[in-house]
């Protein structure tokens, strides 16, 4: 289908947020949004609707980028951490 809606148990705005900024970069993506149905639950609904690809494939895509974004982001944190550890050792 081109269309579905994704629901995460135990997510907020963060995740939902993040989606949907990568699945709107998406070409292939005709519309994307969120919903947080209320505001004690934490659950997020995702809604995508794809010019025709399988949104499972085009949502399992966005998944993928993220995680990429987020190694790539710990990776450089570790490394600015362990340069700032060895300035910081240095005698001045």
């Known amino acids: 289908s081109h269309s579905s809606t994704f629901c995460f148990n135990g997510e ?8 949907r900024f990568l699945l709107n970069k998406d070409p292939r993506v005709v519309f994307c949004g969120y919903s947080v149905p209320h505001p004690s ?5 995702v809604r995508v609707q794809t010019t025709g690809a399988p ?3 085009v949502f399992k895509d966005a998944l993928l980028d993220m995680v990429a974004i987020c190694e790539h982001v ?10 700032f550890k060895a300035n910081e050792q240095r005698p001045e």
């Open 12 to 19: 907020d705005h963060t995740l939902g947020n993040s989606l």
């Open 41 to 45: 639950e934490n659950k997020v609904n």
């Open 55 to 57: 949104a499972k494939e």
């Open 74 to 83: 710990s990776t450089t944190m570790d490394s600015a951490v362990e340069r």
